[in-house]
């Protein structure tokens, strides 16, 4: 069981760590002006919606272990 503490907590920094990309993202959209490129503005928003998806991801992911975790059922995989 030690194993699954340790592989939600990885995950959990991992979705923290998007959320904070996903913020700083949100920051520098605010920041444009009308002179800021447009490839710029389009890649951070592609960026933007590829680590807004990957939180998502990741949310099932622990959401999924959790569930996993309580029932018991992950331990068939423990050795």
Do not use: P
């Not at 503005?41 to 960026?47: E, G, I, Q």
């Not at 590829?50 to 996993?68: A, M, P, Q, V, Y």
Request: no cysteine.
């Amino acid at each position: 069981m030690d194993e699954y503490y340790k592989i939600m907590s990885d995950v959990l920094d991992i979705e923290y760590q998007i959320k904070a990309a996903i913020y700083v993202l949100g920051e520098l959209e605010d920041s444009y002006t009308e002179e800021t490129d447009s490839q710029t503005k389009y890649l951070s928003t592609v960026m933007k919606g590829f680590l807004t998806n990957l939180r998502s991801d990741t949310g099932e992911i622990i959401t999924h272990i959790d569930r996993l975790t309580a029932t018991g059922k992950g331990r068939e995989y423990e050795s």
